[in-house]
């Protein structure tokens, strides 16, 4: 079936089975590869994007149920010019070891941070349930913090 879908901001069309997981468009089909498959059974949040902006992990949603929705990737969370301030902060904190799971642990904190601008490490926890192999959570909680208190003096969060 041909569906056309609002991914960051651009009208995209794909044709696909009615089923295909949502991932698979987006990486297959529109090469934003930046959503990573981790589990293919919505655990590990590796393939979190925005659905209207709400963190959903794409490898369980049929793509085709998507239509009419506002779909954003980290490609489309901020301009490459101008960071998100989570993607500083990751810099700045130096959350990523291996990475892969970076791409769907900050989409769900910035969907977190944009429903609570100042979390607690509680909020933290309950919301941000990615898994990540190499274990660098409290980084990870350095970084959602720096990045909800808002730029410093020299402009990283």
């Keep these: 079936m041909q569906i056309t879908l609002d991914v960051n901001g651009e009208s ?4 696909v089975d009615e089923d295909t997981p949502l ?3 987006l990486r297959e089909t529109f090469g934003l590869t930046g959503t990573k498959f981790g589990c293919g059974v919505a655990a590990c949040g590796a393939c979190t994007v925005h659905i209207g902006g709400t963190a959903v992990r794409s490898c369980s949603v049929p793509a085709s149920a998507m239509q009419g929705q506002k779909i954003t990737t980290i490609e489309g969370l901020a301009p490459k010019e101008q960071p998100h301030p ?3 902060a ?5 959350v990523p070891q291996c990475g892969y799971c970076q791409s769907g642990m900050i989409m769900a904190a910035a969907a977190l941070l944009a429903r609570n601008p100042h979390p607690s490490d509680a909020d933290i926890s309950a919301e941000v349930t990615n898994i990540c192999r190499c274990g660098t959570y409290e980084r990870v909680r350095r970084a959602i ?3 909800a208190q808002g730029p410093t003096e020299g402009g990283a969060p």
């Design 145 to 147: 913090h720096a990045a």
């Design 12 to 15: 995209r069309t794909a044709d």
């Design 23 to 25: 991932l698979w468009v």
């Design 90 to 94: 990751w810099v700045t904190h130096q």
């Design 86 to 88: 989570l993607q500083a």
